[in-house]
RNA sequence: GCCAGAGUGGUGUAAUGGUAGCCACGAGGGACUUAAAAUCCCUUGUCUUCGCGGACGUACGGGUUCGAGUCCCGUCUCUGGUACCA
């Protein structure tokens, strides 16, 4: 073969490691296991742009590198193919959305596979198809029967919590999840519940249990919404409203596990910013639960005894009636002056005074008005109406007065604040804005005239029994104080809430759940998979049901209707990375022997965007998977690499807006051809300096463009002398910059005939360009969106300049964590490397000329700087130093006209991972068995040949460089110190100065300082 | 507001505390060619100098150090995340 040609023999590689299944993956080896992970991509119509394969170009150069080091390496991919895009697409078209989505995962299959990605695809595995989503379901049902146990702080079988019932009944178990929800009962009163009541009695204690939750409704797409697909009150996909809404649910008890997901995060080798992000999205905190007790409690006992009498649930013993409160900073109680409850609180009806009664419905009835959207955008208004009940604050009775605001939560904490308005601006926000009083709590706090201050320090004033104690010492004595009264205790409190795990949408996952009198059982594990049924069309019902409310006679045993919610978009790519170990498993999830082979996942790689969702719900599943002894590692992901986003690099245009409307003289008539009315388009030069803050630079581009418009007015006026044109002034006259396809762009320079082209409103177009007749285009950065004209294309890139160049590229752009813009410009860069490269074995692009001759020290210091270099950026990550080593490398060698085996062997495996296509031909022509390069060995770094005999040193004074000198490397640092002292150097550069001190680094440099 | 991360030529970037700008792109000049493409060679941080060279230069202001793009303190800007979380 004479000339590199990608095109060639890239598809000839491609085909070979298809029919070889050369990446198979074993389940059995003598060799060490390597897992390297991509994020599951979801098959979307529009394909990949150039931004998705960055971290899959990465994660496969790994790859090849980890079979070449010699291990047994898992690289599996596979599609997340349930999903909202394909049933929006289907509601629109009437096509199942199984056919869309298998188009899809089609191009995407092709796509990836022409850029040379080695996966294993004999594992390629899709949630949607029955024989994965069964154990999805099964996974449910295990969450379904178990419980956690706070005593063993883990999840147990269900079975055994009801055995404890039977034994002793409720007292004495702990479990997570919010006693309030939970019957207490006796033993003997549980052996008289029926089997509803028992189910109804061990329901909230389920790990996946139906409750009336708040959810976030997106009217627009006709389901909820966890809080991860929320987006600044829109939904993330399609940007639809979201509000609140109370609904029947089912959750997914996560919180249970959110100390262990914490705790686990300091053993993981990740980003410190996604450990940060899941940090505050578990939002830890440690506090105090204080209740304070309604003064007057009879008076508005009797004015609502109805919401009190629901208040004493049976069974429970009589308690005064108290708002309890959860504080991060008990030390601040004294400073307390009021409440605030959220008002959605419980406690609001029988609060409210007959007097306040009507302020307070209002409040209401407005908060719901405003949108979860509008509530968050308008934050700094203050709102909010008093109740007219009052508390007392349990450390000093002072009466309090019981307010309601939006500002207050009612899914966190207590859905009550304590406020203190010295102590926290919005509380002094809300105390200012309605009269209330702001009394100082430390001697350390600062313009209380001007806002809250939350201070730490000092010692407390105005505070009863900590007056004159430190922060240190007031909390503990608090706390001790309010346990002692029965009106407090230390509580920790987490940010996060449990997953709701219900869509009111198609496609996805049927919830293995049916109802027998109301009553949600689990079906049973032999029944499964529940298959998604056939339905006419993929709307809601008539009646508001989700669209599986159409399955006709879709039934459990023909008689039991089944949940009509189906699993959200994140419950099959909970535990995808496990099915992989061993994908058509139809006995089990995976195998008890794949699992503890393949372990965890040695390296994920994936785009920070999942930071709180996926990567959290996976932990999660793991470690309930670890409690039922399914799985046998600590955490499933151990490493994790976010790719940053590529961004695209739109160009602009620049419009001059000029008028060309007119009317005929009076009595006349004309009609122009819109042939003969430009559209004028100004190259970026002119356009920078009408927008410059010079005036005079302005006023000329201004006169530049408007001489040209006069010219063509009189050439049209001398044509239709009848017109009258509205002329545009330099007063009116401006520039809008309009996005170009970048398609159109190169260099920055317009092809202004495929410009004119493009669009029929741009036929007529004109341009004013620079001094040489090219028109210069704007260029920003911004993300790659179809409307901005800014998507390049892969395959494209792929045609013109080869898969190989295309990988190379992407990881030359810069470090791989980084967002970067794209711009194609660079790859001939590359390009021309690969051809360089080829070109050390075909000089001239000729015949294959590789020699048997001994290499020179000089080839082989070239060779080996290579590997260790290339062997330390792959450990690292770092792909786009290596690809330039490879360039200097590649430079080197061509210089020294280097054509010789014993250097191109190993440099074509170094370069292998890489530019894979390029190198498997390579290595065939060398006269290696086609396809195994990818498990041929690693080259060996040999120290020795990088040893130099005589070192440069730069010679400094005081920091900065004079000159240089050559020495012995053996030389040592006071042999080098007497020799520069010796020698001129001081003279000519000293300035007559004397050394006061010289510091030689070996090998490094040497420093006089005068 | 809070939490991360980042600011280096026209552009993407490189630099174990040790010669700032490697490797590329772009630009300018040249060779080859009827011409173009491809390929090859030279120049390319700014200022200064005919040149050798010199001065300045890693967002800004300080500090540590023989020596700072790199470490520390403060400021500004940008990017990402998050936001009435009590």
Same mark, same amino acid.
């Given at each position: 073969?004479?000339?590199?040609?990608?095109?060639?023999?890239?598809?000839?590689?491609?085909?070979?490691?298809?029919?070889?299944?050369?990446?198979?993956?074993?389940?059995?080896?003598?060799?060490?296991?390597?897992?390297?992970?991509?994020?599951?991509?979801?098959? #979307?119509?529009?394909?990949?742009?150039?931004?998705?394969?960055?971290?899959?170009?990465? #994660?496969?150069?790994?790859?090849?590198?980890?079979?070449?080091?010699?291990?047994?390496?898992?690289?599996?991919?596979?599609?997340?193919?349930?999903?909202?895009?394909?049933?929006?697409?289907?509601?629109?078209?009437?096509?199942?959305?199984?056919?869309?989505?298998?188009?899809?995962?089609?191009?995407?299959?092709?796509?990836?596979?022409?850029?040379?990605?080695?996966?294993?695809? %004999?594992?390629?595995?899709?949630?949607?198809?029955?024989?994965?989503?069964?154990?999805?379901? =099964?996974?449910?049902?295990?969450?379904?029967?178990?419980?956690?146990?706070?005593?063993?702080?883990?999840?147990?079988?269900?079975?055994?919590?009801?055995?404890?019932?039977?034994?002793?009944?409720?007292?004495?178990?702990?479990?997570? +999840?919010?006693?309030?929800?939970?019957?207490?009962?006796?033993?003997?009163?549980?052996?008289?519940?029926?089997?509803?009541? /028992?189910?109804?009695?061990?329901?909230?204690?389920?790990?996946?249990?139906?409750?009336?939750?708040?959810?976030?409704?997106?009217?627009?797409?006709?389901?909820?919404?966890?809080?991860?697909?929320?987006?600044?009150?829109?939904?993330?996909?399609?940007?639809?409203?979201? *509000?609140?809404?109370?609904?029947?649910?089912?959750?997914?008890?996560?919180?249970?596990?959110?100390?262990?997901?914490?705790?686990?995060?300091?053993?993981?080798?990740?980003?410190?910013?996604?450990?940060?992000?899941?940090?505050?999205?578990?939002?830890?905190?440690?506090?105090?639960?204080?209740?304070?007790?309604?003064?007057?409690?009879?008076?508005?006992?009797?004015?609502?005894?109805?919401?009190?009498?629901?208040?004493?649930?049976?069974?429970?013993k009589h308690q005064a009636l108290g708002i309890k409160v959860y504080t991060t900073r008990v030390d601040t109680i004294y400073g307390a002056t009021f409440l605030v409850l959220a008002p959605e609180h419980e406690l609001v009806d029988t609060l409210t005074?007959?007097?306040?009664?009507?302020?307070?419905?209002?409040?209401?009835?407005?908060?719901?008005?405003?949108?979860?959207?509008?509530?968050?955008?308008?934050?700094?208004?203050?709102?909010?109406?008093?109740?007219?009940?009052?508390?007392?604050?349990?450390?000093?009775?002072?009466?309090?007065?019981?307010?309601?605001?939006?500002?207050?939560?009612?899914?966190?904490?207590? +859905?009550?604040?304590?406020?203190?308005?010295?102590?926290?601006?919005?509380?002094?926000?809300?105390?200012?804005?309605?009269?209330?009083?702001?009394?100082?709590?430390?001697?350390?706090?600062?313009?209380?005239?001007?806002?809250? %201050?939350?201070?730490?320090?000092?010692?407390?004033?105005?505070?009863?029994?900590?007056?004159?104690?430190?922060? /240190?010492?007031?909390?503990?004595?608090?706390?001790?104080?309010?346990?002692?009264?029965?009106?407090?205790?230390?509580?920790?409190?987490?940010?996060?809430?449990?997953?709701?795990?219900?869509?009111?949408?198609?496609?996805?996952?049927?919830?293995?759940?049916?109802?027998?009198?109301?009553?949600?059982?689990?079906?049973?594990?032999?029944?499964?998979?529940?298959?998604?049924?056939?339905? %006419?069309?993929?709307?809601?019902?008539?009646?508001?049901?989700?669209?599986?409310?159409?399955?006709? %006679?879709?039934?459990?045993?023909?008689?039991?209707?089944?949940?009509?919610?189906?699993?959200?978009?994140?419950?099959?790519?909970?535990?995808?990375?496990?099915?992989?170990?061993?994908?058509?498993?139809?006995?089990?999830?995976?195998?008890?022997?794949?699992?503890?082979?393949?372990?965890?996942?040695?390296?994920?790689?994936?785009?920070?965007?999942?930071?709180?969702?996926?990567?959290?719900?996976?932990?999660? =599943?793991?470690?309930?998977?670890?409690?039922?002894?399914?799985?046998?590692?600590?955490?499933?992901?151990?490493?994790?690499?976010?790719?940053?986003?590529?961004?695209?690099?739109?160009?602009?245009?620049?419009?001059?807006?000029?008028?060309?409307?007119?009317?005929?003289?009076?009595?006349?008539?004309?009609?122009?051809?819109?042939?003969?009315?430009?559209?004028? @388009?100004?190259?970026?030069?002119?356009?920078?300096? @009408?927008?410059?803050?010079?005036?005079?630079?302005?006023?000329?581009?201004?006169?530049?463009?408007?001489?040209?418009?006069?010219?063509?007015?009189?050439?049209?006026?001398?044509?239709?002398?009848?017109?009258?044109?509205?002329?545009?002034?330099?007063?009116?006259?401006?520039?809008?910059?309009?996005?170009?396809?970048?398609?159109?762009?190169?260099?920055?320079?317009?092809?202004?005939?495929?410009?004119?082209?493009?669009?029929?409103?741009?036929?007529?177009? *004109?341009?004013?360009?620079?001094?040489?007749?090219?028109?210069?285009?704007?260029?920003?950065?911004?993300?790659? #969106?179809?409307?901005?004209?800014?998507?390049?294309?892969?395959?494209?890139?792929?045609?013109?300049?080869?898969?190989?160049?295309?990988?190379?590229?992407?990881?030359?752009?810069?470090?791989?964590?980084?967002?970067?813009?794209?711009?194609?410009?660079?790859?001939?860069?590359?390009?021309?490397?690969?051809?360089?490269?080829?070109?050390?074995?075909?000089?001239?692009?000729?015949?294959?000329?590789?020699?048997?001759?001994? !290499?020179?020290?000089?080839?082989?210091?070239?060779?080996?700087?290579?590997?260790?270099?290339?062997? *330390?950026?792959?450990?690292?990550? #770092?792909?786009?130093?290596?690809?330039?080593?490879?360039?200097?490398?590649?430079?080197?060698?061509?210089?020294?006209?280097?054509?010789?085996?014993?250097?191109?062997?190993?440099?074509?495996?170094?370069?292998?991972?890489?530019?894979?296509?390029?190198?498997?031909?390579?290595?065939?022509?060398?006269?290696?068995?086609?396809?195994?390069?990818?498990? !041929?060995?690693?080259?060996?770094?040999?120290?020795?040949?990088?040893?130099?005999?005589?070192?440069?040193?730069?010679?400094?004074?005081?920091?900065?460089?004079?000159?240089?000198?050559?020495?012995?490397?053996?030389?040592?640092?006071?042999?080098?110190?007497?020799?520069?002292?010796?020698?001129?150097?001081?003279?000519?550069?000293?300035?007559?100065?004397?050394?006061?001190?010289?510091?030689?680094?070996?090998?490094?440099?040497?420093?006089?300082?005068?």
């Amino acid at each position: 073969m004479p000339a590199y040609r990608p095109e060639e023999i890239e598809k000839k590689w491609q085909a070979h490691w298809k029919a070889h299944h050369t990446f198979q993956a074993h389940n059995h080896s003598d060799k060490p296991k390597y897992y390297v992970l991509d994020m599951f991509p979801y098959p #979307s119509g529009a394909g990949l742009h150039v931004g998705h394969p960055l971290g899959y170009i990465a #994660s496969d150069i790994v790859t090849r590198y980890k079979r070449l080091r010699g291990f047994n390496v898992l690289h599996p991919m596979g599609f997340d193919s349930f999903g909202l895009p394909a049933e929006q697409y289907a509601i629109q078209t009437g096509q199942h959305p199984a056919l869309t989505t298998d188009k899809n995962i089609e191009t995407y299959v092709q796509q990836l596979s022409s850029l040379g990605f080695s996966y294993d695809w %004999d594992r390629e595995i899709r949630t949607s198809d029955a024989s994965y989503y069964k154990w999805t379901q =099964w996974i449910f049902l295990k969450l379904f029967n178990s419980w956690y146990n706070l005593d063993t702080n883990r999840a147990e079988p269900l079975t055994d919590l009801t055995a404890r019932f039977a034994a002793s009944g409720s007292e004495g178990i702990r479990a997570a +999840g919010d006693d309030g929800d939970r019957l207490s009962f006796s033993a003997g009163q549980w052996q008289l519940f029926s089997e509803k009541q /028992k189910l109804a009695a061990v329901l909230p204690y389920r790990l996946a249990y139906q409750q009336d939750t708040y959810v976030n409704w997106c009217p627009g797409l006709g389901t909820v919404l966890s809080n991860d697909e929320v987006k600044d009150g829109l939904s993330e996909r399609g940007g639809f409203p979201v *509000e609140r809404r109370l609904m029947p649910q089912w959750n997914l008890r996560i919180t249970a596990y959110a100390d262990r997901l914490l705790a686990g995060l300091d053993q993981l080798d990740w980003p410190d910013a996604v450990k940060e992000m899941q940090r505050n999205w578990i939002g830890k905190s440690i506090g105090a639960e204080v209740e304070f007790l309604i003064k007057n409690e009879e008076l508005i006992i009797n004015n609502s005894d109805e919401a009190a009498a629901d208040n004493q649930a049976p069974g429970t013993k009589h308690q005064a009636l108290g708002i309890k409160v959860y504080t991060t900073r008990v030390d601040t109680i004294y400073g307390a002056t009021f409440l605030v409850l959220a008002p959605e609180h419980e406690l609001v009806d029988t609060l409210t005074t007959p007097d306040q009664r009507a302020a307070v419905d209002e409040y209401i009835a407005a908060t719901k008005r405003r949108s979860e959207r509008d509530r968050m955008t308008d934050v700094k208004a203050v709102s909010g109406v008093f109740t007219g009940a009052y508390a007392l604050n349990p450390v000093n009775n002072e009466p309090v007065q019981i307010w309601l605001a939006d500002y207050v939560l009612a899914g966190y904490g207590t +859905g009550a604040v304590m406020a203190v308005p010295s102590g926290d601006q919005r509380d002094y926000l809300f105390a200012k804005h309605f009269g209330l009083p702001i009394p100082a709590i430390s001697d350390a706090q600062k313009d209380l005239d001007q806002q809250a %201050d939350p201070t730490k320090e000092g010692r407390y004033i105005n505070s009863g029994i900590i007056n004159g104690l430190t922060y /240190k010492e007031a909390t503990p004595k608090l706390i001790a104080f309010l346990e002692e009264k029965g009106l407090g205790k230390g509580k920790v409190n987490f940010r996060q809430r449990d997953a709701i795990f219900g869509r009111q949408r198609y496609w996805g996952e049927p919830i293995p759940i049916y109802y027998k009198d109301g009553t949600a059982y689990g079906i049973a594990e032999a029944d499964l998979p529940l298959v998604l049924p056939e339905i %006419d069309e993929y709307k809601p019902t008539e009646t508001g049901e989700p669209p599986l409310g159409r399955a006709q %006679d879709w039934l459990y045993k023909d008689k039991y209707p089944y949940e009509l919610s189906t699993m959200p978009g994140w419950a099959g790519s909970s535990w995808y990375y496990l099915r992989y170990m061993d994908p058509t498993n139809e006995a089990r999830f995976v195998s008890e022997e794949a699992e503890q082979y393949w372990g965890s996942v040695d390296l994920y790689m994936g785009g920070a965007e999942h930071a709180t969702g996926h990567l959290l719900y996976a932990r999660f =599943w793991y470690l309930f998977l670890k409690d039922l002894n399914l799985v046998s590692s600590g955490e499933p992901f151990q490493k994790l690499i976010n790719q940053g986003m590529i961004l695209g690099r739109s160009n602009f245009v620049y419009r001059a807006n000029l008028s060309f409307t007119y009317n005929p003289k009076p009595g006349r008539n004309i009609e122009i051809s819109l042939s003969e009315i430009p559209t004028l @388009f100004v190259t970026k030069t002119l356009a920078d300096s @009408f927008n410059s803050e010079d005036a005079t630079k302005k006023a000329e581009a201004t006169e530049v463009i408007l001489s040209w418009y006069r010219n063509r007015i009189s050439s049209l006026l001398s044509k239709y002398p009848d017109a009258v044109f509205h002329a545009t002034t330099a007063e009116d006259l401006s520039i809008t910059p309009l996005h170009v396809d970048v398609s159109m762009v190169e260099n920055d320079l317009l092809d202004m005939q495929a410009f004119k082209k493009w669009r029929p409103d741009y036929h007529f177009a *004109e341009f004013i360009t620079e001094d040489n007749d090219t028109y210069v285009s704007g260029w920003e950065v911004e993300k790659m #969106s179809k409307a901005k004209f800014n998507v390049v294309n892969p395959d494209v890139l792929i045609g013109k300049y080869g898969a190989d160049a295309l990988r190379l590229y992407e990881m030359f752009l810069g470090p791989l964590e980084q967002y970067k813009p794209w711009n194609t410009n660079g790859i001939s860069g590359v390009s021309g490397f690969l051809k360089k490269l080829w070109r050390l074995f075909h000089p001239e692009d000729g015949d294959l000329a590789v020699t048997d001759e001994p !290499a020179t020290p000089a080839e082989l210091k070239v060779l080996h700087r290579a590997i260790q270099k290339a062997q *330390e950026d792959i450990e690292k990550f #770092s792909f786009n130093t290596s690809v330039s080593l490879f360039m200097i490398t590649v430079n080197e060698l061509t210089a020294l006209k280097c054509h010789k085996r014993a250097i191109l062997e190993p440099l074509v495996l170094l370069v292998s991972p890489y530019a894979p296509h390029l190198a498997e031909e390579l290595w065939q022509e060398l006269g290696h068995a086609p396809g195994s390069i990818s498990t !041929a060995g690693y080259p060996e770094f040999r120290e020795e040949y990088l040893v130099e005999d005589v070192v440069t040193y730069p010679l400094a004074i005081n920091g900065k460089v004079r000159e240089q000198m050559d020495f012995a490397a053996a030389a040592t640092p006071a042999e080098i110190e007497t020799a520069v002292l010796a020698s001129d150097f001081l003279a000519k550069h000293g300035e007559g100065k004397s050394a006061k001190k010289v510091i030689v680094v070996k090998g490094r440099m040497v420093n006089v300082v005068v």
